[in-house]
């Protein structure tokens, strides 16, 4: 898995957990989903996004840099 598709992946989960225990659990969990919603449209504005350099850090391999 490359940076970019393990990204989506841990957003996808974080979004769908935090859904799922704000309908559960208890209504605040849902400002875990805002955070993450603000977060992608942040890295979406500046190119930059603090888990992807989480997991850079942890080793997890760029994309090609070919495009085909």
């Keep these: 898995m490359t940076v970019e598709s393990m990204l989506r992946l841990i957003a996808g989960v974080f979004v769908a957990a935090s859904v799922l225990l704000g309908l559960y659990v ?20 500046t190119n930059w ?3 992807m350099t989480f997991l850079r850090m942890a080793g997890v391999r760029e994309g090609d840099t070919v495009s085909s």
């Design 26 to 45: 208890h209504p605040y969990f849902l400002w875990f989903t805002l955070f993450v919603g603000v977060n992608l449209a942040q890295s979406g504005l």
């Design 49 to 51: 996004c603090p888990m």
